[in-house]
């Protein structure tokens, strides 16, 4: 055994484990940041079944013979099923929301017949897409297994399904909303993922500009020069949200290559156009979520630079901003999943405190021309931006950024909060 | 007289610890002024109120007849503080350092590259100058951090232990230095020094600080021959009651 070698690392793990910092970072945390996601996915999948045991679907039935009544029979033992008394499809759509449905089946008048004498049979099934999230499409999947047991029972490939999306309250033709599902994973996971990376690096930036200047020193000498206080403070925000930004658009030109990946599995006659469907956002939608981003963005900046602030080196403001990451991390991977007006109330409200949620809220409304939720999001951001940057600038304003201190010992705050240096 | 500092009944107190006393003080414009005591007796509390970096408990401070707690921005045009244990931006080259610094008082960039030539000078540290700060010594660092303060030749230069970490040499070359500024450009000094020698041969007035407060002050000579001592490490320990 090497000489010395357990000396050293008993005097290792004492030091390691007596630094409160490490203690939570590496170990508490995770150890209530993993139940914590646990619970989220459990959440989620357990939405996802229940929204998919709720699936209700209105039925046109153009067919008047006992095979269709017995394939809308079928149907209910599944789902909720509703027949509605219209003419055409056109006349269904505007009911969806009476019946809270999502699903729209039109039985040809041809069904019976064809049925009778197994031969094949269209029935074209439409499907609303809202852009929920990931596991959106879920009802496409049910109609999957539905006609594939029908099939079973009567005969092999007699049931032929054509689907369709209903997007925005119009009816796509010939387009499979888990088709637009995969197509709109981007929207779907690339904002909270972006969200994640973009914040928790730019944070530690922040965090790390502001404990440098204490460690190496430099600060004191900072504070006296003849300069504006704020610009100190506007100057560190800057510069980790021009680094941040570059590190994004370096990570999100990889993204989006293995984005590339999921439209080959679109089937080349489809001819989606994103556009024309308005999947894509605006101009103005755009716009209301760079502003969005930017705001959360600028929120996050100033409180890692008031938290980094009471650390003594950068080790300790590393540590001391990682307690924010789950307030970043939880909604993003929540909404990565589910949509927020799915989520019970007591969560959503939480959800909505969170300033970092609205970017992602911000992506999925954006892309479905809902600028109200987005415009009230940016407002609510950029309202707590302000009250952040407000104790940030007073904080650089008074003499508590060269004193202040957070004291971990026993994880409580000391007896002032604060402690002052002084020779 | 003209009178660059006065402190009148300034008290300083972090929670329940009083660093700074009810000090009264005053400095003359174009004086070196040494502040001299043992570690935590209030020396660098007291050039940090004055440098305004801290706000006074309580009591008054003046620097050119500015209020440093109202007028601090205005305080922070005409002065420049060296900390103790001051650091440079290991990243930037001791050249960008001084180009950093001198831009916040240049008015254009004839003046700009005077200042910091005018630094190159004081520091002498040559093409390092072009290394980045990381590369540098202690010694060579708080050189730089030296030419730092006194390139731009402000009103009053605030030095905490400016001799601190160099060698005898160039201790010698900074004392030097400080006395051509104030002599050539009018610069007030106030300095703080654990250095009994250094104080006795560089400063023209100098205070006694004990717990917060001053205990003595005057000219080194007259403070020598008031307490019948050879040097001022002697007249410190004698006021103090050490000896």
């Known amino acids: 055994m090497l000489k010395g070698f357990g000396n050293f690392l008993l005097k290792e793990l004492k030091e390691l484990i007596r630094d409160p910092k490490i203690l939570l970072g590496m170990i508490v945390v995770p150890l209530i940041m993993f139940p914590v996601l646990g619970g989220i996915m459990s959440f989620s999948m357990q939405s996802a079944q229940e929204s998919a045991s709720k699936t209700t679907m209105l039925v046109l039935n153009h067919d008047t013979g006992v095979n269709s009544t017995e394939f809308i029979a079928f149907l209910n033992s599944s789902i909720r099923v509703f027949p509605i008394n219209a003419s055409t499809i056109d006349e269904v759509v505007p009911m969806l929301p009476d019946y809270n449905a999502t699903e729209i089946i039109e039985i040809p008048a041809n069904f019976t017949q064809n049925v009778t004498a197994k031969t094949v049979v269209y029935v074209k099934f439409y499907s609303v897409y809202t852009g929920a999230g990931l596991l959106e499409g879920i009802g496409s999947s049910i109609i999957d297994a539905i006609v594939v047991q029908f099939n079973r029972d009567i005969a092999p490939d007699i049931l032929v399904p054509q689907k369709s999306a209903i997007v925005k309250g119009k009816i796509i033709e010939g387009v499979d909303p888990r088709m637009l599902a995969n197509l709109m994973i981007s929207q779907a996971i690339a904002m909270p993922i972006t969200m994640m990376i973009l914040l928790s690096y730019s944070m530690q930036i922040a965090a790390t500009s502001v404990a440098m200047e204490k460690e190496e020193k430099t600060l004191e000498t900072l504070l006296t020069l003849p300069m504006d206080r704020f610009a100190i403070l506007a100057g560190k925000l800057s510069g980790s949200i021009i680094i941040a930004g570059v590190g994004v658009i370096a990570y999100m030109i990889g993204f989006n290559f293995y984005l590339g990946s999921f439209s080959s599995a679109i089937p080349s006659g489809a001819a989606l156009d994103l556009e024309a469907l308005g999947l894509v956002p605006s101009l103005l939608g755009y716009l209301l979520l760079g502003i969005s981003l930017f705001v959360a963005l600028l929120s996050a900046l100033a409180l890692a630079v008031i938290i980094s602030s009471f650390a003594e080196d950068v080790r300790g403001a590393q540590s001391v901003v990682g307690y924010i990451y789950p307030f970043v991390f939880i909604p993003s991977l929540l909404l990565m999943y589910l949509d927020v007006n799915a989520l019970p109330l007591p969560i959503k409200i939480i959800i909505y405190a969170i300033p970092y949620s609205h970017p992602i809220i911000a992506a999925k409304a954006v892309t479905m021309g809902d600028y109200l939720t987005v415009g009230l999001g940016i407002a609510y951001v950029a309202a707590f931006t302000l009250v952040v940057m407000y104790v940030a600038s007073r904080l650089f304003a008074t003499e508590k950024i060269l004193t202040a201190k957070l004291k971990f010992k026993g994880l409580r705050r000391a007896k002032k909060g604060t402690t002052e240096e002084f020779q | ?243």
Not at chain 2, 70 to 75: G, K, Q, T
Not at chain 2, 131 to 146: D, E, F, H, I, N
Not at chain 2, 193 to 210: F, I, K, P, T, W
Request: include cysteine; aromatic fraction near 6%.
């Open chain 2, 1 to 243: 007289m003209n009178i660059a500092i006065e402190l009148s009944d300034l008290t300083k107190d972090f929670g329940n610890i009083r660093a700074l006393n009810h000090l009264n003080l005053k400095i003359e414009t174009g004086d070196i002024f040494g502040l001299i005591g043992p570690n935590g007796a209030g020396k660098t509390t007291a050039l940090r109120v004055i440098s305004t970096l801290l706000l006074p408990t309580s009591g008054s401070v003046r620097v050119f007849n500015l209020d440093a707690v109202h007028e601090s921005a205005e305080i922070r045009k005409i002065i420049t503080y060296l900390p103790e244990e001051a650091g440079i931006y290991r990243n930037l080259s001791g050249w960008e350092y001084l180009e950093f610094m001198a831009k916040f008082s240049a008015k254009n960039k004839d003046q700009l590259h005077e200042t910091v030539k005018e630094a190159a000078e004081i520091c002498g540290l040559g093409e390092r100058l072009k290394s980045r700060a990381k590369t540098y010594s202690k010694g060579m660092k708080r050189r730089l951090l030296v030419a730092r303060a006194l390139m731009t030749r402000p009103k009053l230069s605030i030095l905490d232990e400016p001799t601190s970490g160099l060698d005898v040499l160039y201790s010698y070359h900074v004392r030097e230095i400080i006395k051509r500024y104030v002599k050539e450009y009018g610069v007030t000094v106030l300095l703080s020094s654990h250095n009994m020698l250094e104080v006795e041969h560089l400063c023209d007035h100098v205070a006694l600080v004990n717990k917060g407060q001053i205990v003595t002050e005057g000219k080194p000579q007259d403070l020598k021959d008031k307490f019948g001592s050879q040097n001022l490490e002697e007249v410190f320990a004698k006021v103090v009651g050490f000896a």
